[in-house]
């Protein structure tokens, strides 16, 4: 009677922890691990975005962050060229979590923000959205610390939610401008292997 009381105590103490580990997801490069399922609200209104793909941000030999991509309602089983049409546009929430692996200044962090908006966007369109690419560059004001992460959440509208190292920053709305950021990592110049953002949305 004893063998089977504690048996049902290890079960009920080992389940929970079960779960826990059925409900993320790692980075294999990084190690780093991420929620598959992230819920959020802004605005009053509740948004629930499932991980449609994890890689990593290198620099020349560098590991600089795991990155996890989220959307909400997101297909399955369709092409990665119609993954990325559909994640590039204003229909649905996304979400970018970066969890870094090493020490980044500010400086660093602003330059690269900047050089991928100028990949991504013409002359015009870089104009237009310059006094958003302003502001939102200048939210990064410290350096990112190993394990700090950076949130980026697009949600319909064009609504651009930055969360740095805790901190929720002023929203930013343009749709140009977030289709831009996230070209970033989904576009064809992406800086990471955008394949691997889309791996649980594509035909196998």
Known sequence: ???????????????????????????????????????????????????????VRKKLFFKVYGIAHYMQDAPKAVTVEDAFRQILTDESAKQITMDFSRDVDAAKIKDAYLDGFKQHTSPEELQKIQPMINQFIGYFTKEMKENDRI???WLPGGTIVAVIQGEEKPVLTNELFARTLWSIWFGKSSIVDRDELVDRMTEK
């Open 1 to 55: 009677m004893k063998n089977i009381v504690l048996l049902i105590v290890l079960l009920t103490i080992s389940l929970p922890i079960f779960l826990i580990g059925q409900q993320t997801v790692k980075e294999s490069s990084t190690g780093k691990s991420f929620p598959s399922e992230v819920t959020f609200n802004n605005s009053g209104k509740d948004y629930t975005v499932k991980v449609t793909g994890l890689t």
């Open 151 to 153: 949130i980026l959440r």
